[in-house]
């Protein structure tokens, strides 16, 4: 049995002749899991169970978090990836390594010299591969805002203030 499910033959899993043994090739992602083996005679049954954990990735590292933000503001970028085990974690801005080596990357108070690319490189120390992702900021000063929300207004308002009437 695999977690509570009866375990049947596929193309990747071979069960032997007597039923003694099985054999999983290739092992894939999916594989892992807790078995359980029940051998049985005519006096007494036993079970022995194990747990199968596949490694792999990382794999689709993605950043979530703003693309703009406003001067003073804050931002924060969360990384993720598919892997087994969880993978570390390191980021770079604008190509030079942070130091910062948690999932998620906060900027406080930013500035115009916050602008740029933010990237994060997830490694699984058992697979021995890594893989990035990079996520570009943009700091809008204030003045620019409150200018760009002006003009929205006027192209908005104005016919209702016109004098052709």
Known sequence: MKDNQKLSPSNNIIFSADNRSV???????????????????????????????????????????????????????????????????????????TGLTTDSFTVNQVTFSDSGTYSCTARNDVTGRESSASHTLVVRGKTFLRNALFHHLIMVMGPLYSNNA
Do not use: M
């Open 23 to 97: 054999s999983i090739s290739p092992v894939r992602r999916t594989d892992g899991g807790r078995y359980e083996c029940i051998p049985r005679n005519p006096v007494s049954s036993d079970t022995a169970e194990f747990t199968i954990t596949v490694n792999y990735g990382p794999d689709s590292v993605r950043i979530e978090g703003d693309g703009e933000v406003e001067e003073g503001g804050s931002v924060t970028f969360r990384c993720s990836a598919d892997s087994v085990p969880e993978p570390r974690y390191t980021w770079t801005f604008n190509r030079t390594n």
